[in-house]
T-cell receptor
Framework: DQQVKQNSPSLSVQEGRISILNCDYTNSMFDYFLWYKKYPAEGPTFLISISSIKDKNEDGRFTVFLNKSAKHLSLHIVPSQPGDSAVYFCAARGGSNYKLTFGKGTLLTVNP | DTEVTQTPKHLVMGMTNKKSLKCEQHMGHRAMYWYKQKAKKPPELMFVYSYEKLSINESVPSRFSPECPNSSLLNLHLHALQPEDSALYLC?????????????FGQGTRLTVV
C-alpha cells in the first residue's frame, strides 16, 4: 500500500518556465512533508519542507503548497534552470513512529 | 560541516563474504538512519538509531547488522548476503528523531552481491 504517491514518473520543462511537481498522500496522520532532490550516483538532498499547520512555504525559487483536505502537495520551481534536472522525491512523516515515507520520485528535465 | 560521509562508495562482495559499510557525521545529530534504495524505487527505511540506541528495525533480515559505536558513527555489517540485496545503501542523520527536522543523506554505497 503506497501511502505517498507521485503519479508522474517524469516531467520536461523549458528553462525559465515553471516546474510543478505533484504528490498525493493517503495517511491522514502525516503532519510533516519534505521534498528531496537526487542527482544520479548521489544521496538525496533536502530541498524544502512544510508542516501541516501551514499551507505554503517558500524558499527562493522553490515553493511548496499543501492542501490538507485534498491530501495533496506540490512543489513549484520558478524559474526552472537546467541544473534543476534531477529526481525529486516527496516524503511524509507522522503517526506513531515518525519514519519518513517516500514517494517513487519524479524525474524533472529542464531543457535549455 | 553539513556532510554525511559514507564509505566505501562502491562495494562488490560475494555471498560468503563479511563486509561493513561506514557512515560518519559531525553535525551533532543524535538520530542516524540506514536506508536501502533499489533502482527506480524510493528509499526504504531499514534502521533508526536515536542517541546511539536502536529505535527502529523495519523487519530487516539478520544478515544486516547495524552498529552505532558513538554519536558520530554508524556502521552496517553485512554477512551472507544474497544477490537481491544489491542496492544503493544510504545513511542519513537528523538533529533528533521524531521532530520536525530534515534528514541529511550521504552519497550512498553502491553494493553489488555476486
Amino acid at each position: 500500500d503506497q501511502q505517498v504517491k507521485q503519479n508522474s514518473p517524469s516531467l520536461s520543462v523549458q528553462e525559465g518556465r515553471i516546474s510543478i511537481l505533484n504528490c498525493d498522500y493517503t495517511n491522514s496522520m502525516f503532519d510533516y512533508f519534505l521534498w528531496y532532490k537526487k542527482y544520479p550516483a548521489e544521496g538525496p538532498t533536502f530541498l524544502i519542507s512544510i508542516s501541516s499547520i501551514k499551507d505554503k512555504n517558500e524558499d527562493g525559487r522553490f515553493t511548496v503548497f499543501l492542501n490538507k483536505s485534498a491530501k495533496h502537495l506540490s512543489l513549484h520551481i520558478v524559474p526552472s534552470q537546467p541544473g534543476d534536472s534531477a529526481v525529486y522525491f516527496c516524503a511524509a512523516r507522522g503517526g506513531s513512529n515518525y519514519k519518513l515515507t517516500f514517494g517513487k520520485g519524479t524525474l524533472l528535465t529542464v531543457n535549455p | 560541516d553539513t556532510e554525511v560521509t559514507q564509505t566505501p562508495k562502491h562495494l562488490v562482495m560475494g555471498m560468503t563474504n563479511k563486509k561493513s559499510l561506514k557512515c560518519e557525521q559531525h553535525m551533532g545529530h543524535r538520530a542516524m538512519y540506514w536506508y536501502k534504495q533499489k533502482a527506480k524505487k524510493p528509499p526504504e527505511l531499514m534502521f533508526v538509531y536515536s542517541y546511539e540506541k536502536l529505535s527502529i528495525n523495519e523487519s530487516v533480515p539478520s544478515r544486516f547488522s547495524p552498529e552505532c559505536p558513538n554519536s558520530s558513527l554508524l556502521n552496517l555489517h553485512l554477512h551472507a548476503l544474497q544477490p537481491e540485496d544489491s542496492a544503493l545503501y544510504l545513511c542519513a542523520s537528523s538533529q533528533v528523531w521524531a521532530m520536525d527536522t530534515e534528514a541529511f543523506f550521504g552519497q550512498g554505497t553502491r553494493l553489488t552481491v555476486v
